[in-house]
DNA sequence: GATCATTGCATGATATTTCATGCTTCCAGT
DNA sequence: ACTGGAAGCATGAAATATCATGCAATGATC
């Protein structure tokens, strides 16, 4: 039997069920991007990078980890983070202190100047979030949230 | 009347709400990371950047688009696209005509070579999608899904 | 306790990104 | 048509990121 043109079937099917407005990976990171890009003006209104907020937002929350722990939750490679660190260290902001259990690892604290800049940082990004809520569509966001809190952890779980 | 001393209601409130791991432009930037880092690995063992991957995609779905039209689908500027672009042009994968209705702009099409690779990586990326969901736990990734489109609809409507 | 592998971080060289700005082409108002 | 402004893309110079590798400290094995 008579079968359609191959190039034919391939196109309808793209038609049909669109790829990329689909594709959980460029919904992921396209929401991500457009979620965060206001925020990321007010970190950088502020004097800083993003990983750099990052860093501040990782060590509030636990005070005096070493590098290799900070690199993936701020989502900088090692060798970035290293360097942004230093800077951060120049500028007052975190202080850098050998461990003395294993003398190879550095842990990093913020310094006074540092935690008050944490601080206020971290309450922009919470009435950052409050707005963004605010325009999703009522318990659209909470919903996200938890969802979103459920697929980390598996995909974390998983090293 | 007494109140308790202001840096230890902090620290408080700071433990009993962990900040980070509910934060949502975390969770987006997390998650978004650790569920593409492996495909992204597929990407750069294809000879491509993610940037250049995601232009083959776009592309794939709507051909001759322009510079301007891409570089946020891309989720790359302006001027990093069009280098990308020179490049994968350079490659023989795309290919750069001036629109004659507006010679300012610049469309980009697919080269033969690049519709193949572009069809292949995308069969690997349902592949991978579908990897991934089988990793979450059952409906979670498609009620994800859902989610996330209602979302990047609403965020992407603010223009 | 000597050796070998590994972990943790730093760093040099290279490649990439970014920012501002330049150059065209188009459009609106006159 | 002429002028001012904006859109679309390109590009140089400076800042950053990346990759591989180096070095030091630790742990494991014999």
Not at 52 to 60: D, F, G, K, P, T
Not at 107 to 131: N, P, S
């Amino acid at each position: 039997m008579d079968h359609p043109d191959q190039t034919d079937a391939l196109e309808e099917a793209a038609i049909e069920r669109p790829f990329l407005s689909n594709y959980l990976l460029f919904l992921l990171a396209s929401t991500s991007a457009s979620a965060s890009e206001e925020f990321h003006a007010t970190v950088r209104a502020n004097g800083l990078r993003v990983p750099e907020w990052r860093v501040l937002a990782c060590l509030h929350e636990e005070d005096g980890q070493m590098v290799t722990r900070l690199a993936p939750l701020a989502l900088a490679e090692q060798s970035r983070l290293t360097r942004i660190i230093m800077q951060m260290d120049a500028r007052g902001l975190v202080e850098r202190r050998s461990d003395p259990e294993d003398r190879r690892r550095v842990r990093i604290y913020l310094t006074d100047e540092g935690r008050a800049l944490a601080e206020d940082m971290i309450a922009r990004a919470r009435d950052h979030e409050a707005e963004l809520l605010s325009v999703l569509p009522a318990g659209k966001g909470e919903e996200l949230r938890k969802l979103l809190k459920e697929v980390h952890a598996k995909l974390t779980a998983r090293d």
